[in-house]
């Protein structure tokens, strides 16, 4: 063997995947905190509309640019548009709105069961087995979410009404995890996060422009901070990595990566915006963490049996 291919083994033996796996929780986490910060001086549904609108002129844009090939039927760019819909307008739109009364730390954590739920509608429509260990999986993570949502609620920190927008948004990411598998578009994924976001603002336009008004936006550095984030790193990249993540681990196990979501959120919304963690919030974790690796873990191989 000469000495170019013994060193080219190591690098063709070289796997991403973990490194996109850490890139994705990091900017996936710290986007509520983005988002927490855009809300305070932005109303939710005007930011939502400008953050998609803009990510999706980007992309479009570099796309024409460099003249990359449309590869996507048109089956393909209505499957994205559709879940432009489901993962932008109506999962950010209402985990946005709930932001406005409900810390960024719970709102994480609260999405952070996004794996469970995913569990089992994969098993109803997409035929990935549904097993004892993850039914008590299931029920762990439904015991620690509302463990930790009830103590919110009896000590006053966050808002019930805000809770509900954001449970709602959870159900908005587990379709639009079920649907993108489901449905299973084909072509280019940076062409189709284009459409995806395209379709998320003009979704969310009319509300925005209904329910809220410009004149009620507060400028400011932080503000502006957070929006350059949510376009490039929440919109753009970490929107294409989930996608990738999708296609190559399957929706239980993708999804699965959202075991790290609540203590990252709660990390960055302490180091961020001073969020106060309370003992009891941490131990809510803990079953939400077991259940959601009982539910992804994967099943033990069968022994090889040979006969002699």
């Not at 994205?80 to 999962?91: E, M, R, T």
């Not at 709105?97 to 089992?120: C, D, E």
């Not at 029920?139 to 009830?150: E, P």
């Amino acid at each position: 063997m000469s000495v170019a291919s013994s060193m080219a083994a190591p690098r063709a033996r070289f796997n991403a995947l973990p490194f996109l796996i850490a890139l994705f929780c990091l900017l996936w986490s710290y986007a509520f905190v983005a988002g927490k910060i855009g809300v305070t001086d932005c109303p939710p549904l005007i930011l939502l509309a400008a953050r998609f609108s803009l990510a999706g002129v980007l992309i479009l844009g570099i796309s024409l640019l460099r003249r990359d090939a449309w590869d996507l039927t048109w089956r393909d760019a209505a499957v994205f548009a559709v879940l432009g819909v489901a993962n932008n307008a109506l999962y950010l739109g209402l985990g946005y709105t709930g932001l406005k009364t409900v810390s960024a730390g719970l709102g994480g954590l609260i999405v952070s069961a996004n794996p469970v739920f995913t569990a089992v509608l994969a098993a109803l429509f997409l035929s990935e087995a549904l097993t004892l260990r993850k039914v008590i999986g299931l029920l762990l993570g439904m015991v620690g979410v509302a463990f930790i949502v009830w103590h919110r609620i009896s000590v006053g920190t966050d808002d019930p009404h805000g809770i509900v927008f954001t449970l709602a948004s959870l159900a908005s990411i587990v379709a639009g995890t079920i649907l993108f598998k489901l449905l299973s578009p084909k072509g280019s994924l940076w062409i189709g996060n284009g459409i995806q976001n395209i379709a998320g603002g003009l979704a969310v336009m009319p509300f925005a422009f209904t329910l809220s008004s410009i004149s009620d936006i507060v400028p400011s550095m932080r503000l502006a901070g957070a929006f350059a984030f949510l376009v490039l790193g929440g919109s753009i990249l970490a929107y294409l990595l989930w996608f990738h993540l999708l296609k190559v681990c399957g929706a239980t196990a993708a999804s699965a990566y959202h075991f790290l979501m609540p203590p990252l959120g709660m990390l960055f919304a302490f180091l961020v915006l001073g969020e106060h963690v309370e003992f009891r919030d941490l131990l809510g974790i803990v079953p939400v963490a077991l259940g959601i690796y009982l539910v992804t873990r994967p099943a033990a191989a069968a022994p090889n049996r040979t006969v002699t």
